[in-house]
């Protein structure tokens, strides 16, 4: 869960909307400070749930409480199905900002309005995107291939992933692993290598990043039906190929899916979570390949 200030600081004050996934749910959201009032503002246009209507309407029952109480002459600036926007002081707006994000994630709160065949179109035309071509050579090295984004085609991927979550799940394996290492040449590494199909020791995708915070990232990638759950075993086989990566090497096991229960907890794999070992799971990767269109800052975003 993200918080007021960290969208705030994330979207330079409200200049650049954030994109979030939750639970197959997306939505942009912005945060601004100006004058000792807080700006909050919630786009689920491209959610494809809306917020029920009753739920509109308690929210700006709500608010004007909220303005009647303390003497706030601000009133909602907008509240429909699809944006939720409101000005409130300073000092109330990361509670405010907590209690509209938990507004929106709630299930019961949403209701969808895309009908099944519309998501399955979009998960061909996923499919086709990065068919087409998401990536460009840039030479041969040791490891496999330099490549290098097509932005335009990028944009469409990120445009159908807030459409449909889901629509990872008609990729192939390879596709995915496309996807991947187009999402770290698209937020900045300096070099991105995309290894071979086969003997790629473990390997999918090399992000490198050069200069002060220097970080080398090995990404092993699991394009797995919702169901089938990456294993402990699977992350301990990561964390053997990250032991032979030069120091300073960083590993992440991404999925589709989602990791088994206890995974975290493992005596062998908690203590690298955080600082040499990240897993990421399907809801967090959508999540994480959407905002890289939304925030400047997308390594770390993606690392």
């Known amino acids: 869960m993200a918080g007021f200030e960290e969208v705030r600081s994330r979207s330079k004050n ?5 994109g979030f996934v939750v639970d197959g749910r997306q939505f942009t959201c912005l945060a601004r400070v100006f004058r000792g009032k807080a700006l909050i503002d919630f786009d689920l246009f491209r959610g494809n749930h809306d917020l029920r209507e009753e739920v509109c309407d308690e929210l700006f029952r709500q608010h004007v409480d909220y303005c009647a109480l303390h003497g706030f002459r601000n009133r909602f600036r907008g509240c429909s199905k699809t944006s939720i926007m409101l000005d409130v002081r300073a000092e109330h707006a990361e509670r405010w900002f907590d209690h509209i994000w938990n507004v929106v994630t709630n299930t019961e709160n949403l209701e969808r309005i895309r009908c099944e065949l519309l998501a399955e179109h979009f998960a061909k035309k996923l499919g086709r995107v990065v ?3 998401i990536l460009k050579p840039r ?16 944009k469409s991927v990120t445009e159908i992933l807030q459409f449909d979550c889901h629509a990872l799940y008609r990729l192939s394996g390879r596709q995915l692993e496309e996807l991947i290492a187009a999402a770290y040449a698209r937020v900045g590494f300096d070099r991105v290598i995309l290894t071979p199909r086969s003997g790629d020791h473990g390997r999918d995708v090399i992000a490198e990043k050069d200069g002060i915070g220097a970080v ?14 990456v294993s402990a075993d699977e992350v301990r086989s990561l964390i053997g190929v990250h032991v032979s990566e030069p120091a300073g090497t960083k590993a992440i096991l991404t999925t589709t899916s989602d990791f088994a229960p206890r995974v975290r907890q493992a005596p062998n794999i908690a203590p690298l979570l955080g600082t040499s070992l990240q897993l990421i799971n399907g809801s967090e990767l959508v999540e994480k ?8 800052r997308g390594i770390a975003i993606l690392s």
């Open 131 to 133: 068919t087409a071509g």
């Open 14 to 18: 409200g200049k650049l909307p954030l």
């Open 139 to 154: 030479g041969k090295v040791k490891e496999g291939t330099l490549i290098q984004v097509v932005a335009p085609a990028w």
């Open 216 to 229: 080398r990232i090995v990404v092993q990638v699991k394009a797995y039906a919702a169901k089938n759950l």
């Open 289 to 296: 390949l959407v905002q890289t269109e939304y925030s400047k």
